[in-house]
């Protein structure tokens, strides 16, 4: 019962109590003594050793907080480092952009002076192997994993490059890098700005004034805000981006939690909001800050939203720093918008030694007294968790032919070689004869669709072509600019703005 390491879990282990407020303070001392006691019973007697950081860091802590929600997460010194790199909008990566396929990795883009640029990766390239793991042998969900693993430390890399007879070798060390938060500007249609937010952190309300700026400001005639895939991040950020489009003194978000006095967040008295009209994007990924906004947009009457129900994600996480260099993400309140929806859905978790689900206390589980919600010109909104879109558009499904060519990568790999032989402008359009090409190629691969599938399928193709082609020439930006055209969502959006 000496080994400082165990002092330290089990001083981690009392921190994570005390802030959770799981045990009276007069309580700590003898459940502690419990839990070292069974610690110390299972370290001299278990048929296996017993090592003392899986115990407390993947068994003990997270167990306790799973009685909580599922929100509330134990860090360990490693995770909380990364966490903190989160926050500052770092991480380390390679600086490439790469199509994902099953058992194929190709290479989009790399950019400036990143590492991939440095190596000589280009457009094209494929990634057949990662540190001695070959990519045809995985799936996506694999690949995925292999990715995010390969960016923590050097990485070699086995790529073949079109054209080239022989495999090239490379290894790539990776760097702390800036992950800009909006990560798209564009127009979608004339007078109609489009910004893509990824995720809230510091910059993002001065970066999305930018973005607008650099549109045209308040010449715009509408903006589409996309806020799709979008999991939140920094709340003060959420507030910046509302107060771009909200009158002074508007209310935001409201917060409400046991211990936490309420607070409502209002547009600060010196702002100047944008008034062109609003269409907001959202899915089932959109989550945390980014229903904040939706929210107040909604509640507010200022913007039109579309899409799909939002995650439904409205928990106030306070972050302790625990010993060691752990931390702890504590669920402290809840988050409600302008008409007093709760965002956050109804939670459910595991039952403590049983199999079953249970639902949390009725504080969080559900945590609206009232069920009819209106906007402030009166307009009834849904509540139960979530931001209900004003149009709902879900993405379009896939048919069998479009199904085939997505899976076997022929719009990549087709770009690929394209290019490998035809130098391409800025103005370049798919013709018939790129499209003949296109069909000889899929042919030559075992895909051969009737001529009635393949010309109802014509739009869909060209823009498809033309948008890997773009990815591979000129950037993934101007890909999305592409893909933009086809986007039912988008297409709505621009339609509900009245362009």
């Not at 069974?38 to 306790?64: C, H, K, R, T, W």
């Not at 589409?224 to 003060?236: A, E, H, I």
């Not at 409502?264 to 100047?272: D, F, G, I, N, S």
């Amino acid at each position: 019962m000496s080994c400082p390491g165990l002092k330290t879990a089990a001083a981690l282990l009392l921190c994570s109590l005390t802030a959770s407020g799981l045990l009276a303070a007069d309580d700590l001392a003898s459940q502690m003594k419990s839990v070292l006691d069974a610690y110390s019973a299972a370290e001299q007697n278990a048929a296996d050793p017993v090592s003392m950081e899986p115990v407390f860091y993947q068994g003990a802590i997270p167990a306790l907080l799973r009685t909580l929600d599922p929100h509330s997460i134990f860090f360990d010194p490693d995770q909380f480092e990364q966490l903190r790199k989160m926050e500052q909008s770092t991480q380390k990566g390679f600086g490439s952009v790469v199509s994902l396929l099953p058992g194929r990795v190709i290479v989009l883009q790399t950019l400036p002076g990143t590492p991939s640029a440095k190596a000589g990766l280009v457009p094209g390239d494929e990634i057949v192997g990662i540190n001695g793991y070959l990519i045809s042998r995985l799936d996506l969900d694999q690949l995925t994993e292999l990715l995010s693993q390969s960016r923590q430390r050097a990485a070699q890399l086995d790529v073949r490059r079109p054209g080239a007879a022989r495999l090239m070798h490379l290894t790539l060390i990776p760097e702390d890098m800036q992950s800009p938060s909006v990560e798209r500007t564009f127009f979608v249609a004339a007078g109609i700005g489009y910004i893509r937010v990824s995720s809230f952190d510091q910059r993002t309300g001065s970066d999305i004034r930018q973005a607008i700026e650099k549109l045209g400001g308040e010449h715009l005639a509408g903006l589409v805000l996309d806020l799709r895939n979008n999991p939140g991040g920094v709340v003060d950020a959420a507030l910046d981006t509302a107060s771009l489009f909200l009158d002074p003194g508007a209310k935001i978000v409201t917060v409400r939690g046991r211990h936490v006095p309420e607070k409502v967040e209002t547009v600060p008295p010196l702002a100047k909001p944008y008034k062109f009209k609003l269409a907001i994007l959202i899915n089932a990924k959109t989550a945390s800050a980014a229903e904040i906004v939706s929210g107040a947009m909604q509640d507010l009457d200022r913007a039109v939203i579309l899409g799909e129900t939002s995650y439904g994600k409205g928990l106030v996480q306070s972050v302790y720093p625990l010993t060691a260099g752990a931390g702890l993400a504590l669920t402290t309140a809840l988050y409600y918008t302008p008409s007093g929806r709760s965002i956050q859905k109804p939670l459910s978790v595991q039952h403590p030694g049983e199999g079953g689900t249970f639902e949390l206390g009725a504080a969080t589980a559900h945590p609206n007294q009232q069920t009819d919600f209106h906007t402030s010109k009166g307009r009834p909104v849904a509540g139960g968790g979530g931001i209900h879109p004003d149009i709902v558009v879900g993405p379009p499904a896939m048919n069998p032919l479009e199904a085939a060519l997505e899976a076997s990568g022929s719009f990549t790999n087709f770009a690929t070689e394209y290019l490998r032989d035809h130098k391409i402008t800025p103005d370049f359009d798919i013709t018939a004869a790129v499209l003949n090409a296109f069909q000889i190629f899929c042919s030559d691969r075992s895909i051969q669709p009737s001529l009635s599938d393949w010309l109802s399928e014509r739009d869909y193709i060209s823009n498809r072509l033309k948008t890997e082609i773009f990815n591979q020439a000129f950037g993934v930006e101007r890909g999305d600019e592409v893909e933009a055209q086809r986007d039912p969502v988008i297409l709505k959006a621009i339609q509900a703005l009245g362009a």
